[in-house]
């Protein structure tokens, strides 16, 4: 009796382990599966955004004063369709913020240390011109960790010349 309750109780647990393994499996499919649909939508969005007229003008012409209303106004109008992010924005490419989805950071230059701008454009330079920087980081505006999605402008002569954020909080877990 007592090696049958052995061999049961043996059974029981190979069975309960691959059933706990095969259940993680799926939760973590489940997840893969959400995190690449948010990625998708993120990239597809900073394309359309690229696209606008209001981008290109402003990008192009970054002291041009109507320039940078028309970007601002059309930036706010695009950002308020996409529910709750950190910004978006489009700076140039030495990154001094020319219109955000908080005004309060127009002007804002996030990578002021030339070790860091050279890293940031040479990354962007190896996505290549349809490509997006994509990485987890603290945003330097609110301190908060965020996905960051970073779409190189590339001008009509080839010409890398501008960028277009877009940065979503990070939740933790609960």
């Known amino acids: 009796m007592l090696v049958i309750t052995i061999i049961v ?29 948010f990625v998708e939508q993120s990239e597809t969005t900073l394309r359309q955004f690229v696209m606008a007229d209001q981008v290109k003008n402003v990008v192009e012409n970054p002291d041009d004063e109507q320039a940078l209303r028309e970007a601002q106004d059309y930036l706010m109008e695009f950002a308020g369709s996409l529910g709750e992010i ?3 924005y489009i700076c140039d ?3 001094k913020t020319l219109a955000h989805s908080n005004p309060d950071n127009i002007g804002v230059v996030t990578h002021e240390e030339e070790e860091r701008l050279e890293n940031l454009r040479n990354n962007l ?3 290549g011109p349809d490509g997006i920087r994509k990485n987890v980081t ?13 779409k190189p402008y ?3 002569a080839g010409e890398y ?5 877009k ?7 609960k």
Request: with cysteine; hydrophobic share 40%.
């Open 154 to 156: 590339i001008n009509d």
């Open 125 to 127: 330079i190896k996505e």
């Open 9 to 37: 109780t043996i059974m029981t647990s190979v069975k309960v382990q691959h059933n706990a393994i095969d259940n993680l499996k799926s939760i973590n499919d489940q997840k893969a599966h959400i995190i690449a649909e």
């Open 138 to 150: 603290t945003s330097p505006v609110s301190n908060k960790q965020c996905f960051v999605f970073i």
């Open 161 to 165: 010349i501008g960028r277009l954020i």
């Open 167 to 173: 940065d979503k909080y990070r939740k933790a877990n």
């Open 93 to 95: 490419w030495n990154t």
């Open 86 to 88: 950190e910004g978006l």
